[in-house]
């Protein structure tokens, strides 16, 4: 519909009057525009066309980038004129010489640059002005169309845009409700029962659901269909990692673990809640990360859990709105987009402009289950040109930095860590391994390099003789570790089997280490909740020591550590930590309408910050509940579970292709 401001004042002064008012302050109703607001609205059309034009001539001469292909699209870098570096044997790297067609593989690496010489600078400038041609008639064109929509009446104007918008709803409509193509289920084993035995473990399982009823029936309550609740204020919450809008983040994040939990009313009740309400067509600018794990990870966890077809659409056409992050020079996506319009842009705060590396890399796991569930590759594609990409970067030290500029395809500033920035990575290139049923052997080599530099310039022991990973910044490790690196004490165990030089023995014991060290951090508190952050420095082991790195906001890392040492090891202490951290939560963070995070583990009465998180119920009381379940409830043979959580299944080999990109069964 037209702007108001562009109608004709009367237009707008009669709409004004009430609607049996006889009254016209204008003798009769103009069926077109005067003379001088036609010649207003073609001057700003005019102005409009001719900046796009000139534009053109500003944009940087694409003959300084070099085109990489790396097998699935163009990506655009700079190219800094400089003698081609030796490559890893000492031979100086294949030259990019002479013929017009030729091609030149990059030292060190299967990716090819295309072109070079005279003849193909030729080409490329013929090319070009061929681009400009086309852009000119396409201006020239578009104008001819405004001129010709100037000589319309207001009415034949509304008209064709009410029109056109109904053609794109009804387009809309008909991708949401198109069919997707039905596709093997992978073997499911496990997903109830779960019964440990004895009947102390079971007390204590029957505690951990008992906490989730809690959290959940108090969202249910104050907050049904806001992102999360706020349980001392007793109302809907919600941060900028989900835009404007209310998605019931926390009804996707649990419904998981309730039916895991055998809560399948309250599970019912979150799937009608989507199947009505869930709407992804709305103006709202969204963490692409976020979003992902959060959203489509536990909608596809609950459609393969429950067979309930309305989860596997849902990601669907989540997944189609998470498309348009992709669109940038090299591939690497935007850490935000917008539902709606699908623009992307990222934090302002991340290194000039740069995407994350935890955010761009932890996206495989869900990809590679769409492309498998909707029979459309895009999504693969998406995930593996990224680690193409990757792959062929130089790595300071062999480590992964983290932040990327998406438009130069260059490194931002070096910080390296397996905490935030970086940490779910590292997880999905191990996950990516477990999730092809062993088979993406490429994965996994990406891993065990990168743990190897991890372990040389990252991974220190305290004083004292506590094992801990640090943060890699411009060439010097902060001796800082974050709760949220506790994580990496179940990865090393979980990718123990399977690495090179049988070295799955020292990896475990390093899972334990890791494990040992995190629950110190919750040892040393007075709440016995582990701080966000904690030090090695002088005779300060594993204590936070400014303000804002002693809160606990019901984050799961340590206890899912515990969970997977557990699984691999069945030594009871796990356990026993996990019942700590347990108690600790419900005497602690359980309050009248929920759990709260609280703001300083060192304090005996500490101030809540009344934020019931989603990941509270979709990890930390998930992980808990199968600390104290027999590991036949999601045997890790047979299911992955993504960095929020939630299981997906390993999607085992067979000869058949999908689109001839990916080998599933």
Same mark, same amino acid.
């Given at each position: /519909? ?11 002064? /009669?709409?004004? =009057? ?32 001719? =900046? ?19 097998? +699935? ?33 990059? !030292? ?76 093997? @289920? ?25 906490? /989730? *009823? ?15 609740? *706020? ?15 209310? +998605? ?6 649990? +419904? ?63 997944? %189609? ?13 935007? !850490? ?29 796991? %869900? ?18 040109? @990224? ?39 590292? %997880? ?44 890699? *910044? ?39 280490? @890791? ?29 936070? +020591? ?60 500490? !101030? ?24 036949? =409830? ?27 990109? @990916?080998?599933?069964?």
């Amino acid at each position: /519909m037209a702007s108001p401001a562009l109608l004709p004042l009367s237009s707008r002064r /009669m709409a004004a =009057l009430s609607p049996g008012s006889s009254v016209s302050f204008y003798p009769h109703h103009r069926a077109t525009l005067r003379l001088s607001e036609k010649f207003i609205l073609l001057l700003i059309l005019s102005a409009f066309i001719t =900046l796009c034009f000139g534009a053109i001539f500003f944009l940087p001469d694409s003959s300084k980038h070099r085109r990489f292909d790396l097998g +699935l699209q163009d990506v655009l870098i700079p190219h800094i004129e400089q003698p081609r570096p030796a490559g890893r044997d000492g031979r100086d790297g294949p030259q990019g010489g002479g013929g017009g067609g030729g091609a030149a593989a990059v !030292a060190g690496g299967g990716v090819m640059v295309h072109g070079g010489g005279e003849e193909h600078r030729h080409r490329h400038r013929e090319e070009e002005e061929q681009l400009r041609k086309m852009i000119r008639a396409d201006h020239e064109r578009a104008l001819e169309e405004a001129k010709e929509k100037l000589k319309k009446s207001k009415d034949q104007i509304r008209a064709e845009i009410q029109t056109e918008k109904n053609r794109v709803a009804q387009d809309a409509k008909k991708r949401e409700g198109k069919q997707l193509p039905q596709v093997p @289920i992978p073997k499911l084993v496990g997903i109830n029962n779960g019964d440990p035995g004895d009947p102390e473990t079971r007390e204590k399982q029957e505690k951990i659901k008992e906490m /989730m *009823k809690h959290a959940w029936g108090n969202y249910r309550q104050y907050a049904w269909g806001h992102n999360e609740l *706020k349980p001392l204020s007793r109302k809907g919450h919600s941060t900028n990692i989900f835009g404007n809008s209310q +998605l019931g983040a926390t009804i996707v994040d649990a +419904l998981d673990t309730l039916y895991i939990m055998g809560l399948f009313d309250e599970f019912r009740d979150g799937k009608e809640w989507i199947e009505k309400n869930l709407d992804f067509s709305v103006n709202a600018e969204v963490s692409v990360f976020e979003v992902n794990i959060r959203f489509i990870g536990g909608l596809l966890a609950a459609y393969y859990l429950s067979g309930e077809e309305v989860f596997k659409q849902k990601a669907a056409q989540l997944a %189609e709105k998470l498309l348009p992050s992709f669109n940038t020079p090299t591939g690497i996506p935007w !850490a935000m987009v917008n539902l709606k319009s699908g623009v992307g842009r990222n934090w302002g705060w991340a290194s000039a402009g740069s995407s994350i590396l935890s955010e761009f890399g932890t996206l495989h796991l %869900e990809f590679v289950h769409l492309s498998y569930l909707t029979g459309d590759p895009i999504y693969y594609k998406k995930v593996l040109h @990224i680690r193409k990409l990757l792959q062929n970067m130089d790595r300071p030290h062999g480590l992964y930095p983290n932040y990327l500029n998406p438009r130069t395809g260059r490194w931002g500033q070096h910080h390296t860590s397996v905490g935030g920035l970086g940490d779910s990575f590292y %997880e999905y290139l191990l996950k990516a391994w477990l999730v092809s049923d062993k088979t993406d052997t490429e994965a996994r080599k990406m891993y065990d390099d990168a743990m190897e530099a991890i372990e040389k310039h990252l991974i220190r022991k305290s004083n004292s003789g506590l094992t801990f990973i640090g943060e890699w *910044k411009n060439g010097h490790l902060e001796r800082k570790m974050g709760h949220l690196t506790c994580f990496a004490g179940g990865m090393f165990a979980l990718g123990a089997d399977g690495s090179p030089d049988d070295k799955a023995g020292h990896y475990l014991q390093l899972g334990a280490e @890791i494990a040992h060290t995190c629950h110190q951090s919750y040892d040393k508190t007075v709440l016995k909740l582990g701080p966000e952050a904690f030090k090695f420095d002088g005779g300060t082991e594993g204590v936070a +020591l400014r303000q804002n790195e002693k809160y606990y906001i019901l984050r799961p890392e340590v206890i899912e550590t515990y969970w997977y040492m557990w699984r691999f090891t069945h030594d009871p202490k796990y356990r026993q930590w996990g019942w700590e951290a347990a108690q600790a939560i419900d005497k602690y963070c359980r309050v009248v309408g929920g759990f709260s995070g609280v703001k300083d583990v060192y304090s005996s009465s500490p !101030a809540y910050d009344d934020v019931q998180q989603s990941f509270f119920l979709a990890e930390t009381l998930k992980y808990l509940y199968l600390l104290f379940s027999s590991d036949d =409830l999601l045997p890790l043979d047979y299911w992955v579970f993504n960095t929020e959580a939630h299981p997906l299944p390993i999607l085992r080999s067979m000869n058949s292709t999908l689109s001839g990109n @990916i080998v599933f069964q």
